[in-house]
């Protein structure tokens, strides 16, 4: 459908730094809350961060915590992850995702987005 669009995958040494993007521009609904999650090889998918549309009340994987923030742009309909210090196991496919207002799952999907962290 296309209504969120991921970018800024690609391949990083440990340590390095990506920033992923979500553009939400096209989307048909209003966003409460939108959400990073990422799926390695055989594994299944996995929360990684999130961040209501408006306030406060982002959340992370403990995996995460310290090394990755999340943030959003409304006027810009964006929603981005910088992801710093990072490691062998943050190698995956990183989907963005969106909770329609008025509602409490994860309805809409990005096409994802690969990083592959490798020496």
């Known amino acids: 459908q296309g209504q969120l669009v991921e970018s800024g995958g690609g391949l990083v040494q440990p340590g390095g730094s990506l920033r992923l993007s979500c553009a939400a521009s096209?989307?048909?609904?209003?966003?409460?809350?939108m959400g990073w999650f990422r799926q390695a090889p055989g594994k299944q998918r996995e929360f990684v961060a999130s961040?209501?549309?408006?306030?406060?009340?982002?959340a992370y994987a403990d995996s995460v915590k310290g090394r990755f923030s999340i943030s959003r742009d409304v006027l810009k309909n964006m929603v981005a992850l910088q992801m710093n210090s990072l490691k062998f196991e943050d190698t995956a496919v990183y989907y963005c995702?969106?909770?329609?207002?008025?509602?409490?799952?994860?309805?809409?999907w990005g096409q994802g987005t690969q990083v592959t962290v490798s020496s």
């Open positions: 995702a969106a909770i329609q207002t008025g509602r409490t799952t994860y309805d809409y």
């Open positions: 096209e989307r048909t609904f209003s966003i409460r809350r």
């Open positions: 961040i209501p549309w408006s306030g406060e009340g982002s």
